[in-house]
């Protein structure tokens, strides 16, 4: 399915430069922060077999990486685990937005307009619109998206390392077969979500 055009999804009269696409990865995972980038393209880009995030091979998304980091203006934030076990998923993930814009305004770049993934409310610094499905829609989410997933993989690899025996460098957090026998086996480290059911759960159950 081809990418909308910008100029049809945003207000009348906003420069198209001056949009930033917004997106999050690390939502759904059981350890680890969620990571999110918020992007502009303060120039036109040329970006062929551009996909959401998803899917793309881990090769692509580091090749389309590397081009956006050069090209592209852009911001990334995070929530930490900490932070998703007090606020709770929706209003961390609004906090890593937060950071993230605030990251790309220190690099000079203010948006117009951000138009962001998913549907929920949000408190962002300019007007917005969500989009469900907006990185599969919207070019420029899209890029966020892939500069998120490759940001977070590549943090999930490295506490992967500091922590050997939970195989997060594989599944990235997400509760595979593999993490939840680690989890029974060696019981919750610093980085799990204890606000998460299965988490607070076994937890209970004294089982880790």
Same mark, same amino acid.
């Given at each position: ?28 995972? *059981? ?21 959401? =995030? ?27 685990? &900490? ?44 007007? *917005? ?15 966020? =998206? ?31 077969? &593999? ?15 204890? =606000? ?9 159950? =004294?089982?880790?």
């Amino acid at each position: 399915m081809p990418f909308l055009p910008l100029r049809k999804i945003i207000p009348e009269g906003t420069d198209e430069r001056l949009v930033c696409g917004l997106d999050e990865v690390g939502r759904g995972p *059981w350890a680890g922060p969620i990571v999110a980038c918020a992007m502009m393209f303060p120039t036109e880009l040329r970006l062929d077999k551009l996909k959401d =995030s998803k899917q793309l091979t881990e090769e692509k998304r580091n090749e389309f990486y590397k081009l956006l980091d050069q090209k592209a203006a852009y911001g990334i934030g995070m929530a930490e685990v &900490e932070e998703i076990d007090k606020l709770g998923l929706i209003k961390a993930n609004n906090l890593a937005f937060q950071r993230a814009l605030q990251q790309l305004e220190e690099r000079g770049y203010v948006p117009q307009f951000i138009v962001v993934d998913g549907r929920d409310r949000l408190s962002l610094p300019q007007p *917005w619109k969500t989009f469900i499905k907006g990185d599969e829609k919207i070019r420029i989410i899209a890029c966020a =998206s892939i500069m998120a997933k490759v940001v977070r993989d590549r943090i999930m690899e490295d506490l992967g390392e500091k922590y050997p025996d939970y195989g997060f460098g594989s599944h990235k957090g997400y509760g595979t077969k &593999e993490h939840q026998e680690a989890l029974k086996k060696y019981g919750a480290c610093e980085i799990h979500r204890r =606000s998460f059911a299965p988490i607070h759960d076994l937890l209970q159950m =004294s089982i880790i």
